[in-house]
Each structure stands twice: as C-alpha cells, then as structure tokens.
C-alpha cells in the first residue's frame, strides 16, 4: 500500500482554526479518516470519511467543528478544524483502512507520523 504524510499542524489560540493535510498514495482502502492522541490519554477517532462517496463521520466531541473532507484529483485528506479548544490538543494521525467501525482505530491498518496540534487558552 502507499504512504500518508500529515501537514498543517501548530499552535493556535482557542477558539481559532487550523487545516490539517494529508498526502495519500496508491490506496485502495473504502475509508480515511482521522485520529487524536494526547498525552497519556488513547487514541480517539476524531473524523472519518468513505471514499467511494465522501459521507462523513465524526466524532462527538468535534462535530459541528472540523470538517472533513478529501480531494481526489490531489489524493489528499484535509480536516479543517475550526472554533479550536484546548482540549483539542494532540497528535493528529491521518489513517486508511476497510473499518466496519469507522472511528475505532484498530481497524485502521495505514498510519502516518503525526502532525502536532497545539490549542492554548
């Protein structure tokens, strides 16, 4: 399978916005999405989306928030995430992957490194 590489990533402001990137490569998986992990906490799916037809899913803690969305022609998944919080701080990883369980990250089998997201208040 191909390579994800996330962008986009820093520090902002509560209640500002960010766009996370991330750059895809020969996938054949129905779904992308993505996933958070803070420190000491699990990792938590943040947002997905089907391929085939761009429905999305999202987290409850995000929805109404960050918007997820993909562009084919560049193979690349964006996450727009906007009225930014605090708790929002964490390592953002873009995933691919066949999940019957679109937020559950172990059914995910393509991981990038990570973008670091910083929220302070």
């Known amino acids: 399978q191909g390579r994800l590489v996330e962008s986009g990533g820093g520090s902002v402001q509560a209640g500002g916005s960010l766009r996370l990137s991330c750059s895809a490569s020969?996938?054949?998986?129905?779904?992308m999405a993505w996933f958070r992990q803070a420190p000491g906490k699990e990792r938590e799916g943040v947002a997905a989306v089907y391929t085939a037809d761009n429905s999305p899913y999202y987290g409850d803690s995000v929805r109404g928030r960050f918007t997820i969305s993909q562009d084919n022609v560049k193979n690349t998944l964006y996450l727009q995430m906007n009225r930014l919080k605090p708790e929002d701080t964490a390592m953002y990883y873009c995933?691919?992957?066949?999940?019957?369980?679109?937020?559950?990250?172990?059914?995910?089998?393509?991981w990038g490194q990570g973008t670091q997201v910083t929220v302070s208040s």
């Open positions: 020969e996938y054949t998986y129905s779904h």
């Open positions: 995933a691919a992957g066949n999940p019957v369980r679109v937020l559950l990250p172990s059914e995910y089998n393509d």
